[in-house]
């Protein structure tokens, strides 16, 4: 178990069913591309970006693991999603490293 704990298996978890499962539910189900867009690329696959690298580093789990739900998510667009919707792995990428980033442990200020 402390080998898997080592390589984030809960996060492999996350980025699988999010990369890959969801975008093959949603071309399986013919969802318009519209609602794929608005709705899964940027508001919940942009929200769970941010919300995982703020628990990456809220945990103090290594930096690399940033790059799990980019890179399953870009293997899931590749095979379930049109061409354009790979780019999106990048902002992904860039969310996860903002919200890792941006996210501040609160500081005691003595006067």
């Known amino acids: 178990m402390a080998v898997l704990n080592k390589l984030g298996w809960r996060y492999w978890i996350v980025g699988i069913v999010m990369g890959l ?4 539910v949603a071309t399986w189900l013919n969802i318009s591309p519209v609602m794929r867009f608005g709705g899964l690329l940027l508001l919940v696959n942009g929200g769970l970006a941010i919300w995982l690298g703020k628990l990456i580093y809220r945990h103090t789990q290594p930096g690399w693991w940033l790059l799990i739900w980019p890179l399953v ?3 899931g667009s590749y095979w379930f999603l049109p061409k354009y919707t790979r ?21 005691e200020v003595k006067s």
């Open 87 to 107: 780019y999106f792995a990048v902002v992904y990428l860039c969310l996860s490293y903002l919200g890792y980033g941006l996210t501040q442990t609160k500081v």
């Open 73 to 75: 998510y870009l293997i």
């Open 21 to 24: 499962l969801l975008p093959a």
